[in-house]
């Protein structure tokens, strides 16, 4: 599975968004999800609100705490494949 998502990921049908660590901090949002989700989560939510594109996460907790406020979309990735 992971070379397959590393071929994937080499295949240049993907887009790479940058994500500055230092102006995720600058927004005090941002900056609270990554003292309580880590910086990885933290980047790709950021990324998403910015490029206004679909977060998919199998974090339900994660999941749970943005869903509903989200200016994005979000999406639990196990439901996402069955629909």
């Known amino acids: 599975m992971r070379a397959f998502c590393l ?5 240049g ?8 660590a230092a102006e995720l901090a600058r927004d005090d949002s941002f900056r609270q999800l990554a003292c309580r989700h880590g910086l990885a989560d933290a980047g790709l939510v950021f990324v998403a609100a910015n490029k ?3 977060r998919l996460t199998d974090d339900r907790r994660l999941f749970q705490v943005y869903a509903a406020d989200a200016t994005y979309d979000i999406r639990l990735l196990d439901q996402y494949l069955r629909d």
Do not use: Q, R, V
């Open 13 to 20: 049908k993907i887009e790479e968004a940058p994500c500055p």
């Open 52 to 54: 206004n594109a679909l």
């Open 7 to 11: 071929d994937w990921l080499s295949s």
